[in-house]
């Protein structure tokens, strides 16, 4: 498996797994707009030339806010979330951002679990941020010791 930054060729693949596992789903205007801009970066994780999960994260000098999570399902438990993580964490080191946040669904507890294990803490609840169903958002944050405050 290789984890790259996704190019605007992958949403053939990506809109596919976000329409799977969203109720609301981005739609692929909402990602070129986002791939296009210099503050956004997007990793795919792929295999085979196959798609099997994606990320994206929003950079504002030290700090960042993770847009989506998301495998796909047939490919989930093999460590694929964890890997991108791990990689986007690599390389906010790189570009020295400290602080990196998300929110996430209350009821998300495989995704809360995955977090908290990479280092996240809840920081914060949104009353009924999500819609379909309604449901809180959880707000984590996970700060880089090792990045010098600027």
Known sequence: MTIREMQIDDLEQVMPIEEANFSIPWTETGFFTFLIRDDAL???AEEDG???GYLGILISFDESEITNVCVAEKARRRGIGRALMEELFRRMQERKVRVIH???????TPARNLYESLGFVQDGLRKGYYDLPKEDAVLMSRTDESVPKR
């Open 50 to 52: 196959e798609i099997l």
């Open 102 to 108: 998300l929110d996430v669904r209350i009821g998300n």
């Open 42 to 44: 997007f990793l795919v």
